[in-house]
């Protein structure tokens, strides 16, 4: 079998730039069909062209500048703390709905708090 399955594999720029830029559009894409909007609206919102979210789905470069891997880690980092402020409201509602004391809310919180302990 050898070890090849061990080796741990360093990951690249262009991988974490992937990733970003795949979760990014993930979140953003409305349904079927949607992936190129999804591009054009992140693009829109943070800068980042939209040919670069189409590059790194469709044909991922060897290399990547790095004035578009900040604006992706930007961008990306920005997303993430909108996406926290969506679930804050939402443990608000939940919590004028179902009370303080559900365990829903109180999982959701968690997650703020262990999120906010890590920043």
């Given at each position: 079998m050898g070890n090849k399955f061990l080796q741990a594999r360093a990951v690249s720029a262009v991988d974490m730039a992937q990733s970003w830029?795949?979760?990014?559009?993930?979140?953003?894409?409305?349904?079927?069909?949607d992936m190129e909007n999804a591009m054009r609206r992140l693009e829109a919102r943070y800068g980042v062209p939209w040919r670069t979210f189409?590059?790194?789905?469709?044909r991922p470069p060897k290399s990547i500048c790095a004035d578009?891997?900040?604006?992706?880690?930007?961008?990306?980092?920005?997303?993430?703390?909108?996406?926290?402020?969506?679930l804050q409201h939402d443990i608000e509602i939940t919590k004028a709905i179902a009370g303080p004391g559900d365990s829903v809310v109180a999982e959701a919180q968690a997650l703020v708090a262990a999120d906010e302990g890590k920043a």
């Open positions: 830029s795949r979760a990014m559009v993930m979140a953003e894409t409305r349904g079927p069909g189409w590059a790194l789905r469709y578009i891997w900040l604006g992706l880690q930007g961008a990306h980092a920005a997303e993430l703390k909108r996406q926290m402020r969506k």
